[in-house]
């Protein structure tokens, strides 16, 4: 794809591009903002490098795209004075680290989240990266007939499985259910939609089928032909879609620290 105002480097052929010649420190002229919407249509997920961004600055993009989605079972990680901006951190004081199982961000939610902007001020000296997949790709790889099976499925996400252990007691989380195919609503192509880090289970087949078809799904998923992986440095961005993209974020730095923020986006409910 040919842009005029932007660069983008594809990063696989199957996702990611590295865009550069824009600056998200101030607004972005309105047609620098179609070619980035141009952009992540075609490669789900786009990076950015030098970009040292502030709260203000990481709202302000996510706003070209759609309103900001806030999440309640986020509140203990939000910013004082702007809980659209949510804390990612980890150190030498860390236990556990959320998203290391391959997810896509917020699937519990009724309506999950378009997509997430994390940007990251401080890295380790090696490490830490992030391993995004393809799910257009993960669906056409299927044989005709396991699409045919899923077709008209649906699969419960609730967010006990990804949050139970760390959020205070007594604080309600979210569970709903979706197809386990998703339609994306700007491009019209089918993917896969289910997950490691909320999916329980298929809904409407028995308890075994349902482990042994989500298990499948999962492994076939992380398949390396379907993805990218990004070696962050401080002051990098990764903007993702996540209705089409799945994402794996690596704990491989303890006990160094791995800091930053991540806004997210307006989304809807998954047809």
Same mark, same amino acid.
């Given at each position: $794809?040919?842009?005029?105002? /932007?660069? &983008?480097?594809?990063?696989?052929?199957?996702?990611?591009?590295?865009?550069?010649?824009?600056?998200?420190?101030?607004?972005?002229? =309105?047609?620098?903002?179609?070619?980035?919407?141009?952009?992540?249509?075609?490669?789900?997920?786009?990076?950015?490098?030098?970009? +040292?961004?502030? @709260?203000? =600055?990481?709202?302000?993009?996510?706003?070209?795209?759609?309103?900001? @989605?806030? #999440?309640?079972?986020?509140?203990?990680?939000?910013?004082?004075?702007?809980?659209?901006?949510? /804390?990612?951190?980890?150190?030498?004081?860390?236990?556990?680290?959320? !998203?290391?199982?391959?997810?896509?961000? $917020?699937?519990?939610?009724?309506?999950?989240?378009?997509?997430?902007?994390? *940007?990251? @001020?401080?890295? +380790?000296?090696?490490? !830490?990266?992030?391993?995004?997949?393809?799910?257009?790709?993960? *669906? =056409? #790889?299927?044989?005709?007939? $396991?699409?045919?099976?899923?077709?008209?499925?649906?699969?419960? %996400?609730?967010?006990?499985? !990804?949050?139970?252990?760390?959020?205070?007691?007594?604080?309600?989380?979210?569970?709903?259910? @979706?197809?386990?195919?998703?339609?994306?609503?700007?491009?019209?192509?089918?993917?896969?939609? &289910?997950?490691?880090?909320?999916?329980?289970?298929?809904?409407?087949? +028995?308890?075994?089928?349902?482990?042994?078809?989500?298990? *499948?799904? *999962?492994? %076939?998923?992380?398949?390396? $032909?379907?993805?990218?992986?990004?070696?962050?440095?401080?002051?990098?961005?990764?903007?993702? =879609?996540?209705?089409?993209?799945?994402?794996?974020? /690596?704990?491989?730095?303890?006990?160094?620290?791995?800091? !930053?923020?991540?806004?997210?986006?307006?989304?809807?409910?998954?047809?």
């Amino acid at each position: $794809m040919a842009y005029e105002t /932007i660069t &983008v480097r594809n990063v696989t052929p199957a996702i990611g591009g590295e865009v550069s010649g824009l600056d998200l420190t101030r607004p972005l002229p =309105d047609a620098q903002v179609a070619e980035l919407k141009a952009a992540m249509a075609d490669r789900l997920v786009l990076f950015f490098r030098d970009q +040292p961004i502030a @709260h203000e =600055d990481h709202i302000r993009l996510a706003n070209y795209f759609g309103g900001v @989605h806030i #999440a309640p079972s986020t509140a203990p990680w939000q910013v004082p004075g702007h809980p659209e901006v949510t /804390i990612i951190h980890a150190d030498e004081n860390s236990t556990f680290v959320a !998203g290391e199982d391959w997810h896509s961000d $917020m699937s519990c939610d009724e309506a999950p989240p378009m997509g997430s902007i994390l *940007y990251l @001020h401080t890295m +380790p000296p090696v490490g !830490g990266d992030t391993v995004f997949s393809n799910m257009y790709a993960a *669906y =056409d #790889a299927l044989s005709d007939r $396991m699409k045919a099976y899923l077709s008209g499925l649906t699969a419960v %996400h609730d967010a006990v499985v !990804g949050f139970g252990g760390i959020t205070p007691e007594g604080m309600k989380l979210p569970r709903h259910s @979706h197809p386990v195919i998703r339609t994306h609503p700007v491009t019209g192509k089918k993917c896969i939609y &289910v997950n490691r880090g909320f999916t329980t289970h298929i809904e409407g087949v +028995p308890a075994i089928e349902s482990r042994a078809i989500l298990t *499948y799904l *999962y492994e %076939h998923v992380q398949h390396p $032909m379907f993805q990218c992986r990004f070696r962050w440095q401080p002051h990098s961005i990764a903007f993702w =879609d996540n209705r089409c993209a799945q994402h794996s974020a /690596i704990w491989d730095y303890f006990p160094q620290v791995r800091s !930053g923020y991540r806004v997210q986006i307006l989304g809807e409910k998954p047809e």
